[in-house]
């Protein structure tokens, strides 16, 4: 009699595909989905219950639609919600842009040969692009420091004051991440070059090297530039995942979302810049910048990226705007 009991049991509960659809709903409506199915198998004849689980399973995919529908609707008419939206958006965007920035540099300005190359006017062009390019790039991390930093602090504060550690963690990522990616990189550009570039190429200083050759001189391997994104995407997630589990709303993300704007605006303007020097670079005839499908590449990448980027600043300065703002 125990014996069957304990499977009549275990035919109550939901099986483990119910319980793993459950969790791909958000939190509040899956638990409602899950209660209900066993509510249902519990009170159901024993003859009844594989139908009636099949038929749940046979509707999750939709049930999992409306909910996630229903919780982005919910957000979205909402200012404070869709404010921090914007803000992880933006995050993400806005990451993106400063690693495309830096490669551009690294490319580009920061060539030690490359000064005595230019002449003429062409050289005028590109040194001001160079130094509008720097104004721009300089504002736009002081506005995500201005903007971003009051709330993440605020996160922080009630993160530990909730003793919520999984949020804690990811508000330490963007400090964390990139001080480890940092060192490896330290380490694996000290092994590949422990003499420094000049050793490595001692015509530098005279002669153009090829654009694989300005890549590794100054980058390190494709694989570990393809390693800093991942590091700085993984940096810039931590603190979206915190602004959607602790939801914080006031005045620090009004402000938060207003300086995203700022600083995509000023991105925007370096990505301009950096342009108007790709292509003078391109027309002087210096030997890696010969090929114009690098900054082809660059130009589509940057261009996308920043109008998503634009698109969520503005979505996030008119739910500033909105008289429930402060809310």
Partial sequence: MARRRGHADRQD??????????????????????????SILREAPAGARHAIASSYLAAAPQVIAVAWAVKLSGSRCDPPGRKR????????????????????ASFTEAQPWLGQDLTG?????????????DAAAGVSLLAVAAGGLPLWLVMLRQACRLRRRRETAWLLAPAVVPLVY???????????????????????????????????NNIGPWWLMVLGFA??????????????????????????ARAAGLAVAAMGLAGAASIV???GLHGQGIAPYQQGWPFAVYLLLFVAVLTVAGASAARGIRAARSPASAA
Wanted: glycine share 10%; net charge positive.
């Fill in 277 to 279: 020097a790709a292509a």
């Fill in 85 to 104: 939206a914007s803000l992880t958006a933006v995050l993400a965007a806005w990451t993106v842009l400063a690693g495309l920035a830096a490669v551009f």
């Fill in 231 to 256: 590091a700085a995407t993984a940096a810039a997630a931590g603190p979206g995942l915190a602004l959607h589990s602790l939801r914080p709303a006031g005045r620090s993300v009004t402000l938060a």
């Fill in 182 to 216: 940092l060192g490896i990189a330290g380490v694996i550009l000290g092994r590949l070059r422990p003499h420094g570039v000049a050793s490595i190429q001692p015509s530098l200083a005279h002669a153009a090297p090829s654009l694989a050759g300005v890549a590794g």
């Fill in 121 to 133: 006017p062409r050289q005028v062009v590109v040194q001001w692009s160079y130094w509008v390019f």
């Fill in 13 to 38: 509960r939901p099986g483990v595909l119910m319980r793993l659809a459950a969790t791909l709903m958000p939190r509040p409506a899956g638990r409602a989905w899950l209660g209900e199915a066993s």
